[in-house]
């Protein structure tokens, strides 16, 4: 039987995919988290990713001898990368990790590559509004303002003129200084690229990428927020659109120093002035985030988490197409307050074509909208026999729901 060591922060959507693949697998499970988990039992070995050489130390003292590390969701990162190195098994560079963690940093490796991006310039920590106008005005406007340390939507938002591009700037530190993050850390402004918007994710070994999914975004947002609403697999682009965009994310992970284990790549296709170009947007060492991968099964059922791990353990990547088209709706919160309710759920269920919904936030708890808040209401899922199907089954049940915020 095979150990594995899972690295789970506290504050993650992705554990019980995880340890339920895990438990499908037949595999020795060690679990490493900063907070407590429902498992059922199972010894936890704590850890910090504020103190990694500590943290690292206790693994090694603690887990035992293990054939793969495995980070459930970006906090763990780095963390893993390290421990695996010390284990000697297959990991990514502690460096590529941090960059791949870094907006700024992505984007000056995509440049050094050559790698096709939006236009962008980084502003400094303690940047004065006389080089923001002038940051937006070379990249131009619309441009979108983004901190560099955030995920999910979460502060970043697009401006139309100069006006708009300092309130975006001091909306942003807000976020930051609302999430505990130093809130004089540099801002990234860019280039709004218009087209369509796609996620790639796959699993890379020893540098060679192997695609899982591919998804569209039927809903891609304009801004001036940028919350994902529906996301559809597999992608309708023409063929060699698809090809040079999975080709780009290809070179933008190596770019990036990463060689092992799963990425979640973001690009707009850009259609101006001639033939369309995949620009990336954003790339994460780690699966598709929230509870977006419920919607893909491969094969007799198997789960992107199931291939996440046997990827880790050095196994062949199986033939990874996703059984028939499948979607997922994230769920945005609509306005800032207390949720009260998430009606017309039952309804919402009994729509032909959803196989599942799932509210992940409690009632009673404040909620605030993207680009401030960090999290989606939550998830429903579709497949049906067409992409067309899929979308449809999400809108439906989309116009079910209702949300209560007090």
Not at 19 to 31: F, I, P
Not at 145 to 164: F, I, T, Y
Not at 215 to 223: I, M, V, W, Y
Not at 316 to 342: F, Q, Y
Request: charged share 20%; hydrophobic share 50%.
């Amino acid at each position: 039987m095979s150990r594995v060591l899972l690295l789970v922060p506290a504050r993650t959507y992705r554990a019980a995919d995880f340890l339920a693949a895990a438990s499908r697998m037949g595999l020795d499970l060690v679990v490493g988290s900063d907070g407590a988990l429902p498992l059922g039992g199972r010894p936890v070995v704590h850890v910090s990713p504020a103190d990694l050489p500590g943290s690292a130390d206790r693994i090694m003292a603690e887990a035992g001898p293990c054939a793969a590390v495995v980070a459930a969701d970006t906090p763990m990162l780095a963390l893993a990368a390290i421990v695996a190195g010390r284990m000697g098994l297959p990991h990514n560079p502690v460096p590529a990790v941090l960059a791949a963690m870094d907006k700024a940093e992505q984007r000056r490796r995509w440049a050094a590559a050559r790698v096709a991006q939006p236009a962008f310039r980084i502003l400094p920590q303690a940047a004065r509004g006389d080089l923001l106008r002038q940051a937006a005005a070379q990249v131009g406007f619309p441009c979108v303002v983004k901190a560099v340390s955030l995920s999910a939507s979460q502060g970043v938002l697009r401006a139309d003129d100069p006006a708009a591009a300092a309130a975006a700037a001091k909306r942003i530190r807000r976020v930051l200084a609302a999430a505990g993050l130093p809130g004089a850390e540099p801002l990234l402004v860019e280039e709004y690229l218009p087209g369509p918007e796609l996620s790639i994710d796959g699993l890379l070994s020893a540098g060679r990428l192997t695609v899982t999914a591919v998804f569209d975004k039927p809903e891609t947002p304009q801004g001036p927020t940028f919350a994902e609403t529906v996301l559809i697999t597999p992608s309708c682009l023409p063929g060699p659109v698809l090809a040079a965009a999975v080709a780009t994310a290809g070179r933008a992970a190596r770019a990036l120093g990463l060689s092992h284990g799963p990425i979640h790549a973001e690009l707009r296709i850009d259609q101006r002035g001639g033939p369309a170009r995949p620009a990336m947007l954003e790339l994460a060492a780690r699966s598709i985030g929230g509870l977006c991968s419920r919607a893909l099964r491969f094969g007799s059922g198997t789960s992107l988490e199931e291939l996440v791990l046997a990827n880790a353990l050095g196994r062949p990547a199986p033939r990874c197409h996703v059984t028939r088209p499948a979607g997922v709706l994230m769920l945005p919160v609509p306005r800032p307050g207390v949720l009260r309710a998430v009606e017309g759920r039952a309804a919402a269920a009994a729509v032909p074509g959803i196989t599942g919904l799932t509210i992940t936030i409690p009632a009673g708890q404040r909620v605030r909208p993207l680009p401030d808040g960090d999290r989606y209401l939550g998830f429903v899922f579709a497949e049906g026999g067409t992409c067309e199907e899929v979308q449809q089954a999400l809108a439906a049940a989309r116009r079910q729901l209702r949300v209560v915020i007090g």
